[in-house]
């Protein structure tokens, strides 16, 4: 079956840095997004990984190694609004195409 | 504002009960994705339609169908609804068929089934 993990709660501290990481066991494995979620709100779009390597985009950054099956978000210089669910997502195309996602890591940011 | 339209942000409704969930994805996009969100599930694929046709389909239930419309709206049923289908039900647009380029959500649907 199609499998995505990533821990359930994080806290870190403003001003920090936090990895969150994901693992996947997948076919048809196509590329891996990062989505941030705040409570009761939509999921919005943080990255897109398709080739191995670090993706920097501004205090956030994406790293992807497909042959490890395993990817990560840091965020550097925490801030309070970054409290929110981050959702790791994996593109699968077989005989047809999907986005499947982890249950996504709650991240409590402590000032 | 993603620019996708969920309609209604709330329901009440009880069980057995049949309602439709609808979405108007982003000018522009031919891709709409159903996801369930529910507390201890995370975001779970139901299906996806592009430019009217079923492109894909998760583990959605027998009790639910959705379709697409000529002008790209679409509306996900669900019938003899059971307490346990009580959640966030979002859609998202893309552009791309293949799910390559970036999902913009909706608020969501927030079903509640007494």
């Known amino acids: 079956g199609q499998n995505i993990d990533q821990p359930t709660e994080m806290t870190a501290t403003e001003g920090a840095i936090v990895q969150i990481n994901c693992t996947y066991q997948?076919?048809?494995?196509?590329?891996l997004f990062w989505y941030q979620q705040h409570a009761g709100e939509a999921p919005t779009f943080l990255s897109y990984n398709v080739l191995d390597g670090l993706e920097e985009k501004g205090r956030f950054s994406s790293f992807l190694s497909r042959s490890k099956g395993y990817s990560y978000l840091l965020l550097k210089e925490l801030q309070m609004k970054d409290s929110a669910s981050y959702l790791c997502?994996?593109?699968?195309?077989?005989?047809?195409?999907?986005?499947?996602f982890g249950k996504g890591t709650r991240l409590h940011i402590l000032p | 504002d993603s620019g996708v339209t969920q309609t209604p942000k709330h329901l009440i409704t009880a069980t057995g009960q049949r309602v439709t969930l609808r979405c108007s994805p982003r000018?522009?996009?031919?891709?709409v994705y159903w996801y369930q969100q529910s507390l201890d599930q995370g975001l779970q694929f139901l299906i996806q339609?592009?430019?009217?046709?079923?492109?894909a389909k998760g583990n959605i239930l027998e009790r639910f169908s959705a379709q697409q419309f000529p002008d790209l709206h679409s509306e996900l049923n669900l019938s003899s609804l059971e307490l346990g289908d009580s959640a966030l039900y979002f859609c998202a647009s893309s552009v791309e068929a293949g799910g390559g380029g970036e999902l913009f959500f909706g608020e969501g649907s927030r079903l509640t089934v007494l």
């Open positions: 997502a994996a593109l699968l195309m077989n005989r047809d195409d999907k986005i499947i």
């Open positions: 000018s522009g996009d031919l891709s």
């Open positions: 997948t076919s048809g494995f196509n590329g």
């Open positions: 339609y592009y430019n009217g046709e079923e492109r």
